[in-house]
């Protein structure tokens, strides 16, 4: 009985401990959800107009990153992500003139660190560098001029990731990211679900 016993606890702990490295090495992962561009571009010359609004839509992407569990229940990790929003286009129009305001998609490499209120489940806390590549286009007597910028920022947020399979996270995260430039206004915020396959 006593063998039986001890035997029952080392397994327990064993498997305490096994899943308290779900969130050590590397992972790959994709990610969809809510996105809202809040922009206010003053107006850029004499006929052109100003852009005050914010525009609302859906957004997919992917993601690279590798975690490590430095003290127990301390991960610290790292992640490189590509995202594409669709039909988030923008614009207002003047007298003599139309301006539209495509944001083309992101780049984003962050940091984060998260507290393991369980084995399997991970609340943490994100930030880092935003870049999303934006197209703006100007419209005057039917002639159309397009130019393409890289707008470089940075970006904090949190959730919460919780293992599903040996293998398998699912995560819900908030982040906000500030674009603005000078006088300019270019917030973004999102609402993410992903999935990660854990290596």
């Known amino acids: 009985m006593k063998t039986r016993i001890l035997t029952a606890a080392a397994l327990a702990c064993w498997s305490t401990h096994a899943s308290a490295q779900d969130f050590n090495g590397p992972?790959?992962?994709?990610?969809?959800?809510?996105?809202?561009?809040?922009?206010?571009?003053?107006?850029?010359?004499?006929?052109?107009?100003?852009?005050?609004?914010?525009?609302?839509?859906?957004?997919?992407?992917?993601?690279?990153?590798?975690?490590?569990?430095?003290?127990?229940?301390?991960?610290?990790?790292?992640?490189?992500?590509?995202?594409?929003?669709?039909?988030?286009?923008?614009?207002a129009?003047?007298?003599?003139?139309?301006?539209?305001?495509?944001?083309?998609?992101?780049?984003?490499?962050?940091?984060?660190?998260?507290?393991?209120?369980?084995?399997?489940?991970?609340?943490?806390?994100?930030?880092?560098?935003?870049?999303a590549r934006v197209r703006t286009t100007i419209t005057t007597n039917a002639q159309k001029a397009s130019s393409s910028d890289n707008r470089d920022g940075w970006m904090v947020g949190g959730g919460v990731e919780r293992m599903i399979t040996d293998h398998v996270s699912a995560r819900l995260e908030y982040r906000y990211a500030d674009l603005g430039e000078g006088p300019e206004k270019f917030d973004r915020h999102q609402v993410l679900v992903g999935a990660a396959y854990r290596f």
């Open 27 to 91: 992972s790959i992962g994709v990610q969809a959800g809510w996105n809202s561009t809040d922009v206010r571009l003053p107006t850029a010359s004499a006929g052109i107009p100003g852009v005050d609004r914010s525009s609302d839509a859906f957004v997919g992407g992917a993601f690279l990153a590798y975690d490590y569990e430095v003290v127990p229940q301390v991960v610290i990790g790292a992640q490189a992500e590509f995202n594409l929003a669709a039909s988030d286009e923008f614009g």
């Open 93 to 131: 129009a003047g007298d003599i003139a139309r301006i539209e305001v495509d944001p083309q998609y992101a780049f984003d490499l962050t940091a984060r660190a998260g507290y393991l209120a369980t084995p399997a489940t991970l609340i943490y806390v994100r930030g880092g560098y935003s870049n």
